[in-house]
């Protein structure tokens, strides 16, 4: 038994050390004995605080005056609603709402329409007139959409 336990022991510790192989090369100058202690480690992760991630920080689009504004609100972790219903040929604004701890955006890829709000914010973003159809949006923020921060905007025709 017990050179069975120190040949898993031995497994984990290869394991390990191929995934620190295979992740080191990535790590800035200073090397991965860093990683945790210093910036780069908070310049990554600030987004779990509830700072944006720096390419998540984009503008929205600007609201369109006097559009109808859709109110969703980002929660940990999903959209509230998740499915959207507008109709085509309108304009509308999109508010996004976030009632969470961490930070949230809203993109819907195939309009390139993009909104983010960090925890207690509320931000409003434009759309111009819709073709009828679904389209699928998502929160970008790493994780969150595995997590169920999807949905969809479906425009009636
Ligand atoms: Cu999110």
Do not use: K
């Amino acid at each position: 038994m017990r050179n069975r336990t120190l040949l898993i022991a031995g497994l984990v510790a290869l394991v390990l050390g191929l995934v620190g192989l295979a992740i080191g090369p990535s790590f800035p100058s200073g090397g991965p004995g860093r990683w945790w202690s210093g910036d780069w480690f908070w310049g990554h992760h600030a987004w779990m605080m509830g700072a944006p991630a720096e390419d998540h920080d984009e503008p929205a689009p600007d609201p369109i005056p006097g559009a109808e504004t859709v109110e969703v609100r980002a929660l940990d972790f999903g959209f509230e609603p998740s499915r959207i219903v507008v109709q085509a040929g309108e304009p509308i604004n999109i508010r996004l709402t976030n009632e969470g701890f961490f930070f949230h955006d809203l993109t819907i890829p195939a309009l390139d329409f993009h909104v983010n709000a960090r925890p207690g914010e509320s931000v409003v973003g434009g759309l111009a007139e819709l073709e009828p159809g679904e389209y699928g949006l998502y929160c970008t923020v790493p994780g969150h959409a595995e997590m169920g921060m999807v949905g969809v905007l479906v425009v009636e025709g």
